[in-house]
């Protein structure tokens, strides 16, 4: 059996005086879903990368022009072929018996907050800080 999980992508963005946010896709992923699987491996490849506003010279560096962008690339990067990664509507968060929710957030001043919680009956935080904090935590756990 699977462990579940979804990845909301959410850009954030300054409006007057507050910050709104803009709900961008939700991935569900059928399996592998705890920390140490794909969400580990999402992180580490979100830390090498950089959102930008506009896209310049190419060169070998990852970069994301915007959070739409970074959605359609972590979906390219997750599905090879049919199954166990889906897109769905916002309104199945928390509703496909996930074992785990992620959101990947790109925050106005284009940093990524990476957040994780159990989807338990409060879905419980258990980690917010960045996709290379994320990495650090999670790696540690497994060579302890």
Request: proline share 2%; glycine share 8%; net charge negative.
């Amino acid at each position: 059996m699977g462990t579940r999980s979804t990845y909301r992508i959410i850009e954030q963005f300054k409006q007057k005086d507050s910050i709104t946010s803009n709900e961008i896709v939700l991935i569900y992923c059928q399996y592998d879903g705890y920390p140490e699987g794909h969400p580990l491996e999402t992180a580490e490849w979100l830390s090498k990368g950089y959102v930008v506003n506009g896209l310049g010279l190419k060169d070998d560096t990852l970069v994301f022009n915007g959070a739409g962008c970074l959605a359609a690339q972590l979906i390219a990067k997750m599905k090879d072929g049919a199954g166990n990664v889906y897109v769905y509507g916002m309104n199945s968060r928390s509703k496909c018996s996930e074992d785990y929710l992620y959101d990947i957030i790109i925050k106005s001043d284009r940093t990524i907050e990476y957040v994780a919680y159990h989807n338990d009956h409060c879905q419980t935080e258990f980690f917010r800080g960045t996709p290379k904090e994320f990495t650090e935590s999670f790696v540690n756990l497994q060579e302890a």
